[in-house]
């Protein structure tokens, strides 16, 4: 894990969003429970943040499935709660 945990909220569908406190105010740090979007199913995994923020809406993120490491990106869906998308590279 990048950062630490620091304090957590819970958001709409039950994904809980855990945040690092900075001097410039809180930064994601992990999403527990979070919904991965474009895969089949309703999965939902624990997403760790691996870098800081690329762009206004989107930051770099992995999940583990079936024991592989999956990369991709947490940004907000249409309710604004945080979701993972995956990227193929």
């Known amino acids: 894990m990048r950062f ?3 304090v957590s909220k819970v958001q ?3 994904a809980c969003l855990c945040f690092a406190q900075w001097l410039g105010g809180p930064t994601l740090a992990k ?3 979070c919904r991965l979007v474009n895969l089949q199913g309703d999965m939902r995994r624990t997403v760790t943040i ?4 690329d762009t206004w809406f989107s ?3 992995e999940c583990r499935i079936a024991g592989c ?3 991709g990106y947490v940004t907000s869906d249409d309710d604004g709660n945080a979701v993972f998308r995956h990227v193929y590279y």
Do not use: L, Q
Request: aromatic share 0%; net charge positive.
């Open 4 to 6: 630490r945990c620091d």
């Open 12 to 14: 709409s569908d039950n």
């Open 31 to 33: 999403v527990r429970n």
């Open 50 to 53: 691996t870098g800081h923020a």
């Open 59 to 61: 930051i770099p993120a």
């Open 69 to 71: 490491h999956v990369r």
